[in-house]
DNA sequence: CCCGAGCCTGACAACGTTGTCCAGGCTCTA
DNA sequence: TAGAGCCTGGACAACGTTGTCAGGCTCGGG
């Protein structure tokens, strides 16, 4: 009865299926699945009909059977830590272009810098069957990705390492980045050189801190603990951080921003005191050239991580890569004025 | 067997089904089914033994076959123009969190602005059977969408109305911004300016430049045709129009900017000037109120614009929610100098 | 005229899960 | 002590698709 199906197909909430159109077209299930599929195997006539079908009921594949009979999802998943940040639109939108090339589409989450968050993220991504996985990683123990990892889901880390499992790692130089921030500012006079960044249980905020005392070390300046603001982000407490360092009884004549979001509170800091003082920050910030003085920053090419990570991503499907690896790139100094500027004391 | 299950389970490739893990535990399948899912009538006993099948194994549910059996997904898609645009950042920021508080998850993709290609990433969607869509559309026709729609798919259109089918959309009071911005510049003793948007066939573009036109025509001043500038995104472009239009032989002594791209390649343009022109862009941007002079802006609020989307989808799929609607959302006009400077002839 | 080859086509099982339904064992009460 | 009712657990079908395989048809050659 074609006409029972039609109904069934058209009533809301329901989806015609394959075999509605084999009904309507008055051929075999199989039949419509070679035409749908483009295989081999169906005459010109028989495959007119099917289609006729198809378009008439406005029949869509269903791609979760699809799936449960063919293991693959042609999906991959991409954990970070938050959407609206401006490094990781870029980062994204090239993981989701070189996916797109091999013919996936991107499920993404966001984890909010939180691990129990990442880890709900990322397995509520593997209960989907993604076939690979592109992790920002928020925690520090990655064991629980051990029996996915032994299922053959594809997995590049992307910025930080992976906690207690071999993984593979693509990242930024940011210890070279940092130290070669710093030595710049070093170069051009300075010696009191203050250092805000995040918490150094983020692996990214540990580096550049390391790089920060690599650089000090290597011109023998000793560093003020007063100096040194870690682990604050929120703008209110940079401020008061940055103001501190600057009105001590040591006061900066510098200050090394460790990532963009502290580089645009010190900005404002900056503008406002009578002092010029001068700044080198990682990450680069958009109009930063037009800013008095231009910013001179720490680049890391976010798109790049991202085609990199995915890359890999898909050589690991592939099979054309077995051995987990770390691969850094490196970071460019763009100078621009901020960090030309001589000590004022 | 329960040795040739485990084996099978740990096999590269293969992962543990709930037959494998009632094997294990010697219970019968729906009863994993049961503990899995946090359903009644297990004995505690019981329970445990599943659960460390479960742990044992490293099984993880497969959604796919889960969705087959019930039909919701518990993922919506999101597809917009382009991730790296700051605009979009927090729009699919909020989208995102909306469906987290729901459970769901967000598969997105970007449409580069091609009409060929939003078709296929909404039906690609479609076929994963995505339980609704939020879709920022490239193209102007969406009656490929209409078996979908019929077919139960959430849709809700952001940022512009879906073309020739009946569907909700939220977006920002375009026209009402666009003419405040200009009247702004008018209020501040303008009346030679410019307009640089993009292509009249994207909607958005088309009503901000009605609301030039509109708010000139209040102010009775006649718009010469070498005021506006039509369909340029590009920064060489934008960059070249701008010049024109300063330089013509009735220079403009204020631009208004229509998005937020166009800005940020205005600015740069200014800044080379001698002489002092206003400016008012459309869509906030980050750092403009550290430009010299701050950049006033008429801001969109794109979190809540994405959340706004977000909840209706959801209300649809509720059931609480029938008939389409258009929601506008205002815009906020913010002074930081640019627009407050008066004509320089 | 018959037979084999080759091409289309369709029946059927399987993918992993959940909903339905029933069986068996237990407790409680009359 | 027997019957009723409850609780736990399992067998089975179904979701919509694809891979396997076999059957029927046509065509050409012996």
């Given at each position: 009865m074609p006409e029972t199906n039609l109904r069934s197909a058209t009533r809301y909430g329901t989806r015609p299926t394959m075999k509605d159109v084999a009904a309507r077209a008055g051929v075999g299930l199989k039949t419509v699945s070679r035409v749908v599929n483009g295989e081999?195997?169906?005459t010109p006539e028989t495959e007119r009909r099917v289609q006729e079908s198809i378009d008439a009921l406005g029949f869509r594949r269903n791609d979760s059977a699809r799936v449960l009979r063919k293991g693959r999802t042609a999906s991959i998943g991409l954990v970070l830590e938050d959407l609206a940040d401006p490094f990781y639109g870029p980062l994204s939108r090239s993981v989701e272009e070189v996916a797109r090339a091999h013919g996936a589409l991107l499920i993404n989450g966001s984890s909010a810098e939180d691990p129990d968050r990442e880890q709900e993220l990322v397995l509520a991504l593997c209960a989907r069957r993604v076939d690979g996985l592109v992790v920002i990683p928020a925690g520090d123990d990655h064991r629980y990705l051990e029996p996915e990892l032994r299922a053959g889901v594809a997995t590049v880390f992307v910025d930080r390492p992976a906690g207690h499992i071999d993984a593979d790692v693509v990242l930024s130089d940011n210890f070279g980045g940092a130290r070669g921030g710093v030595a710049h500012l070093i170069a051009h006079g300075h010696r009191r050189i203050g250092f805000i960044g995040d918490m150094p249980r983020i692996h990214t905020a540990a580096e550049r801190l390391r790089g920060y005392r690599a650089a000090m070390e290597d011109a023998d300046i000793p560093v003020a603990d007063s100096w040194m603001s870690l682990g604050v982000t929120d703008p209110e407490r940079v401020r008061r951080a940055a103001e501190e360092m600057l009105s001590?009884?040591?006061?900066?004549?510098a200050i090394f921003a460790a990532n963009n979001r502290v580089t645009v509170t010190v900005i404002r800091v900056l503008a406002e005191q009578t002092r010029r003082v001068a700044l080198v920050g990682f990450d680069d910030i958009e109009l930063a050239d037009l800013l008095q003085p231009g910013v001179t920053v720490v680049a890391q090419d976010a798109a790049a991580i991202g085609r990199t990570a995915a890359e890999r991503l898909f050589r690991q499907l592939d099979g054309t890569l077995v051995t987990p690896e770390r691969i850094e790139l490196p970071t460019r100094l763009i100078t621009r004025g901020s960090g030309e500027l001589p000590p004022a004391d």
């Open positions: 081999p195997g169906v001590g009884p040591d006061p900066v004549t």
